[in-house]
């Protein structure tokens, strides 16, 4: 399922507002939340207590919750708040209880403001659940800003406000995380993960800044904001940007574990050698993968590069039989409605290849896919199959459709001897090799090595205007 729609609310008088871009809330264990994809805007004025998230505003007591994607803002203004009332917005949901998550990502923005009289107000705001207790988070993460404001009490969290037995494992957080007030009593906690809760295998890469009353902006916490006496120690194979900190509030009591490290988010490089398995790994993206390979399944991989991400794609994925509207069985999924009638005459004519069948054709081809296609065609013009007893002259492609093209002289490479097989066909090399299946069919002793100085035929263009951008066409 997915949601496009902006959902806007304002209420007064209520004691407290549920809200989600898929669902108010999800409990129980036939309740779970599964593929789903919120891309609203999600906008709520209310008095009263509030539990808002871009997918779900509370998730809880069995209900699981899997492979989601929020692409949606989360805006929250509180006019009025009980006195001690507990309030919380997440990127994916408000609240999670007695429940796990797994596979989330959220590219939303969540903000969160008090206007209201102070009354001991606490607001969170999560970049994945505004709170969590008694919940496992996995495979999540946050690349949305997080800002909270005026309240009296807040916390502005990249992941989520923990409770007791929360653990977060294969995640990461980027983006701004920002609470500020005008208040001299303001308690702002500004964090990427959250306080006192176990994590491996995290990444923050964002910026993390606070203000309260008239003070100077002062930087949060890249992990979690530590007491005295509190463990860092639960905090294994995190990596933070090196601008940062990761417990600036006590540096010298609260030392990061010996396989947490800074790193340089412009390079990927750790500030020093983290050991995993045995084995020492300098490169965020290798180190973070080097974890997941060391817990045989069920944690998503992480692209290479200084900014790495997961390698899966989140949320709601159209099926294919609603995607493709214009398809034949056992021929194609797909064809633009244009040229449906055209695929229809290539169908009569048998010239659809092997390795076309049952794929989109609205989608590019390949340069070995356009191969079997001439060859096909030649086939099929000159009434007999082509045998050919040749080594392939490509270092990076043995396709047999390819090595016949070549012989025919329908393709050439692209020098150095690669043929590039699975790049993008562009319109002009189509021209090119159609051309070239003309000549090889029609024009007796032709060949590519030859044309240049072939003369018995030409191609007569007499009366064909050129195209507006022919001095773009190259020479072949």
Known sequence: MINKADLTIKISGGDRLIMGGITGDAMGKEAGIFNLTNQGNITATFDGMGIVGGLAGFCGFGAEAENLLNQGNVTLMQTRAPNSSRS????????????????ALNKGSIYFEHSGPYANEEVMAGGIAGESEIAELKNVGNEGNVETKTARIQLAIGITKPGREVTIENAYSRGRIYASTTDTKGELYVMGIGEEVPTNNFYFNGTVRL?????????????????????????????????????????????????????????????????????????????????????KGGYLKWTKGAEPSFEWTFGYQIPDFMKYKNGREGKWLNTSDWAYEWMDKADKLSIIPDI??????????????????????????????????????????????????????IVSGIGNGLFAPDASLTREQASTMLTRVYKALYWEGWTLGEDAAYDRHVLDTTGVAKFSDDEFISSY
Not at 252 to 263: C, D, H, R, Y
Request: net charge neutral.
């Open 88 to 103: 919380a917005a997440g990127g994916i949901v408000g609240e999670l209880r007695d429940s796990g998550m797994d596979k």
């Open 211 to 295: 203000k309260v009353g008239k003070k100077n902006e002062e930087d949060g916490d890249a992990f979690a904001n530590i007491r005295p006496g509190a463990k860092t120690s639960i905090y294994n194979y995190c990596y933070w940007d090196s601008k940062l900190s990761p417990f600036p509030a006590y540096p010298f009591l609260n030392k990061a574990a010996v396989t947490s490290k800074a790193v340089n988010t412009a390079t990927g490089k750790l500030s020093s050698p983290v050991s995993i398995g045995g084995r020492q790994y300098d490169n965020i993206s290798e180190a973070l993968n080097a974890w997941v390979d060391m817990q």
């Open 356 to 409: 076309l069948l049952n794929q989109d054709m609205a989608r590019g081809i390949t340069r070995k896919e356009f191969s079997a296609l001439a060859v096909k065609l030649y086939e099929n013009l000159k009434g007999s199959k082509i045998a050919v007893d040749l080594a392939s002259p490509f270092s990076d492609t043995s396709d047999s459709d390819v090595i016949k093209a070549y012989s025919l002289g």
